[in-house]
């Protein structure tokens, strides 16, 4: 399915590639600009740049530990990265366990559009598509409601949004 996924001709000029270790820079950038809650931590800027750095080495080795099939991808756009998808190809489930983009790229469409080729590999296994979103990111639950994801758990933080794959999301 990776395969699939990776080379997907997604429309704006997006593609999805694995993630590379010349990629580590552009990452862990993200990662704390996709996490401005940890800017409220009350402490000087070592104390914080510390806490984002450990939160995303949690963020990865929580991956590699609980979804063994778990890729990281780079999104791409005209050849430049705008953002990553890290994503598991269980094997009753495909999970998003991390989406983000940049923010100047957010609101024009590009996170649908990933979101889209995501479910357009998950239709073709026939398996759910799962993600969680934090109760503080209501953007993002936006997003993945208007693209046919339900609630099925709700957590005190955060919720399990899932998508299933009734019908091929190319055709609409």
Do not use: C
Request: net charge neutral; proline share 5%; glycine share 10%.
């Amino acid at each position: 399915m990776t395969t699939m996924l990776n080379t997907a001709a997604l429309l704006n000029h997006l593609t999805l590639r694995p993630a590379r270790a010349s990629d580590e820079p552009f990452l862990a950038r993200l990662y704390r600009l996709a996490r401005p809650d940890l800017l409220l931590i009350d402490g000087e800027d070592e104390l914080i740049r510390t806490v984002q750095a450990q939160q995303y080495q949690v963020l990865l080795q929580g991956a590699g530990n609980g979804y063994d099939n778990a890729m990281h991808f780079v999104v791409e756009r005209a050849g430049g990265a705008i953002g990553a998808a890290m994503v598991d190809f269980g094997h009753s489930e495909v999970r998003l366990i991390y989406f983000a983009l940049l923010p100047e790229t957010r609101g024009r469409g590009l996170g649908a559009e990933v979101i889209k080729g995501l479910q357009r590999a998950a239709w073709q296994v026939r398996a759910p598509l799962t993600t969680v979103v934090w109760h503080s990111n209501p953007g993002a639950r936006r997003l993945y409601l208007r693209m046919g994801f339900q609630p099925v758990e709700q957590g005190a933080m955060a919720d399990k949004l899932q998508w299933l794959p009734e019908r091929d999301p190319a055709i609409g």
